[in-house]
């Protein structure tokens, strides 16, 4: 993608219009779909709109703070990258320049386990703070495996997701495919013909594939059993004492992702995590679960005071990373609003896209009238 393509892109969702032209529909979809009829996914961003900042005038805004500090990491504004897998299906820059991208803006990076990039990989890629994301598997080995090697490669802080017992039904995907194993239809298979510029690069570059699992399986083993073999560790008989079992492992910052309710919130605070990341897997897995923003408030006065609370789902705008702050949010995380434009242009289509959402957090942190990003509280928003 032309540097006067991505200049054009004002905003995250014009990342989105670029990764829309630029990827074959599998690919897209696979990126952009959710669970069935996606009223979830959709929640997650409209659900801002049920609120409304409150600003403050006649204040020195000369010179504002938007930095916070998250899971032990300084960083220089309040949002950060969440995991996302298969980064260079879309863009042979993958996850190491997802990475240097967030650390170019200032920012965090978390690593998938189904990655195509190894975990020692990005470590050398970016000096920037760096999370692993983490299941507990039916191969405990594994996931132990996983622990030390983040020890190793010197891995800020650990990630549990813990709203993956099974996986959702994501009927884009079933549309074209893109499913475990792929099932790719004649209409996908002409559509990536289409694309000449992916396809060129798809063809140009190793294999995508899931590099931080592959070595489990004998070699020569293909991609697609591969990811039959990850599907089949994910363990629904997981509870509370395995998440206890794995924060005893690791000895930094631990989070557990994918909370919705008070009751799990307040069993992180008894397990010892160190947050709770709100969050609903970006609508992929139960629809009609509530968007993060929607209970936020409710978890942080209910543990807030415990452990660190981070919304991750549904951001699109510098002005819902202030609202949930308002409403008690440590810091927020996403996903698609990098990928896009790691999908648009590789590393400096995700650096510019999480530059513009920087760029709105300060500008609106100047319009609210308040120069401290923690000192941003109820009094800034109204609900509507």
Not at 278 to 298: C, F, K, L
Not at 344 to 371: F, H, K, P, W
């Amino acid at each position: 993608m032309s540097k006067r393509k991505l200049d054009s892109c004002h905003k995250v969702m014009d990342f989105r219009n670029l990764a829309e032209k630029r990827l074959p529909a599998p690919m897209f979809h696979y990126i952009d779909g959710a669970a069935e009829d996606e009223w979830t996914y959709r929640q997650n961003t409209s659900a801002f709109d049920q609120y409304e900042l409150v600003p403050r005038f006649l204040v020195d805004v000369e010179n504002i703070d938007t930095s916070v500090t998250v899971l032990g990491q300084k960083l220089e504004w309040p949002f950060f990258c969440s995991p996302t897998g298969f980064h260079r299906l879309f863009h042979p820059d993958g996850e190491g320049g997802a990475a240097r991208a967030a650390s170019r803006a200032g920012t965090m990076f978390c690593l998938s386990t189904i990655s195509t990039t190894t975990i020692e990989e990005v470590a050398k890629a970016s000096k920037g703070p760096k999370v692993f994301q983490i299941y507990v598997l039916k191969d405990r080995g594994l996931s132990q495996e996983y622990i030390q090697r983040c020890k190793e490669s010197n891995y800020d802080a650990l990630c549990l997701t813990v709203d993956v017992p099974s996986n959702g039904r994501r009927e884009r995907d079933l549309m074209t495919g893109m499913t475990v194993p792929p099932r790719l239809t004649l209409k996908s298979y002409l559509d990536i013909a289409r694309h000449f510029d992916w396809t060129f690069k798809y063809l140009t570059h190793k294999t995508p594939s899931m590099v931080n699992i592959e070595h489990r399986l004998p070699q020569g083993t293909s991609d697609v059993s591969v990811m039959d073999f990850m599907n089949s560790q994910f363990d629904r008989t997981v509870t509370w004492k395995d998440a206890a079992w794995m924060i005893e492992q690791w000895d930094k910052p631990f989070a557990i992702k994918g909370i919705l309710s008070v009751e799990d919130a307040k069993k992180a605070v008894e397990v010892g995590a160190s947050a709770v990341m709100v969050s609903n897997h970006g609508g992929r897995q139960m629809d009609s679960s509530p968007a993060p923003i929607e209970v936020i408030a409710d978890i942080v006065d209910a543990v807030g005071d415990k452990l660190e609370v981070i919304l991750d789902g549904g951001i699109r705008r510098g002005t819902h990373i202030l609202k949930a702050l308002s409403l008690g949010a440590r810091a927020c995380m996403g996903g698609r609003a990098y990928l896009y434009g790691l999908a648009a242009g590789g590393e400096e289509g995700a650096y510019r896209s999480l530059g513009l959402l920087r760029d709105e957090v300060q500008n609106n942190m100047i319009l609210l009238g308040c120069t401290d990003v923690n000192k941003i509280t109820a009094d800034h928003f109204r609900k509507v």
